[in-house]
């Protein structure tokens, strides 16, 4: 009887929670299309969807630190415009940096080998990659990583500028907050899980 009375709670429970999985799955796809846009709508990032083998996207970093920092944020994986992984990125970070800032981030690849590289799990940004997150009208050098980022406070006021740099190109966007700089270096990716 007890066993009986578990499983129809579970599947009260499951049959409840089914609506509001596709509402939660609807604003994540929201958010990643809204993420993309921005991207395709910004000066030189844009060309970036037509000439590259793929992009990691990254709709919303959450970084923080005063003196020691950390940053997360879940991402996917698009191949020939079609997702197929996810994948998650985690930073620790010691030095000069005061502040929170979320900010989004697109990491274009060149080719295959740079796809793979990622793709792998085994994947961080050497200590020379770094991109300047500022607001809006303004725009930086991003250090050796070969690209500079512009970032905006407003999704049409993108602009950004950059090329590969060892098969990658890397921008990001403000979303908001206050961060001395929002550097690329110690960034570690998560091995890509196929997409379902």
Known sequence: ??????????????????????????????????????????????????????????????????????????????????????????????????????????IFFEDKRAFDEFASGNFEFSADATAVAITAGASASAGSTGSSAGASAGKSDATTVGVYHKGMATFVVAKGGLMYEAVLAGQKFKKLEPAM
């Open 1 to 106: 009887m007890k066993a009986c009375i578990k499983f129809r709670t579970y599947l009260v429970c499951l049959l409840f929670a089914l609506p509001f999985g596709s509402v939660l799955a609807d604003e994540d796809a929201a958010k990643y299309s809204t993420a993309i846009k921005t991207f395709q709508d910004a000066d030189e990032s844009g060309s970036f969807f037509n000439n590259s083998y793929g992009y990691a996207i990254f709709p919303t970093i959450g970084k923080g630190g005063i003196g020691i920092g950390g940053a997360y944020g879940k991402g996917r994986v698009y191949v020939g415009g079609k997702n197929v992984g996810n994948t998650s990125m985690t930073q620790l970070s010691i030095g000069f940096q005061l502040g929170a800032q979320g900010y989004s981030q697109i």
